[in-house]
């Protein structure tokens, strides 16, 4: 059973910062988006840092522990700019898998597939980020806009280094 009080829009509130609740529907769709998609890699980043093994374990299980923390702290900041914005902030595995573009069905099992999997992963999410971005820009959300562009930066470091420690 639904309970309709949880699924109503909270308040809207009228803020003075000069950012609008009117108006700001696309760029809180978008932070959904980068939340799915933060959560998702958050979980899959997880589960490289427990099953992978090898030669690189040691490197690969402190690098991943590194990112699955940056992605921690990363989701609740998204999900926190949501609720500033006015909006509810998605906290259900049914809507991360249906919005984000990390593949997240099935745990990998070799190394090399966890790795080319996260490198893929990582670069996917920036990609889109890239909008996120241009649609703050666009709504002339700079808070948005900066903390999104540093998630893109964060993701591309990400992909810098699962290369480097495999190559
Ligand atoms: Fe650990």
């Not at 529907?25 to 799915?36: I, K, P």
């Amino acid at each position: 059973m639904v309970n309709a009080a949880l699924q109503a829009k909270p308040k809207e509130t009228t803020s003075q910062t000069g950012i609008a609740r009117e108006g700001n529907d696309a760029v809180a769709q978008m932070l959904g988006d980068a939340l799915a998609d933060s959560f998702s890699l958050y979980l899959k980043t997880l589960g490289v840092h427990w099953n992978i093994v090898g030669p690189s374990f040691f490197g690969l299980h402190k690098l991943t522990e590194a990112q699955y923390q940056d992605l921690g702290a990363a989701i609740d900041a998204i999900a926190e700019r949501i609720r500033a914005l006015g909006h509810l902030a998605p906290a259900a595995f049914g809507d991360y898998a249906e919005r984000s573009v990390v593949e997240s069905k099935t745990t990998i099992a070799t190394a090399d597939q966890m790795i080319k999997a996260l490198i893929r992963d990582n670069e996917a999410v920036a990609r889109r980020l890239r909008k996120a971005v241009a649609a703050a820009d666009e709504a002339e959300d700079v808070f948005t806009a900066d903390m999104l562009t540093a998630r893109i930066g964060k993701h591309e470091e990400n992909v810098w280094m699962l290369k480097a420690v495999t190559a």
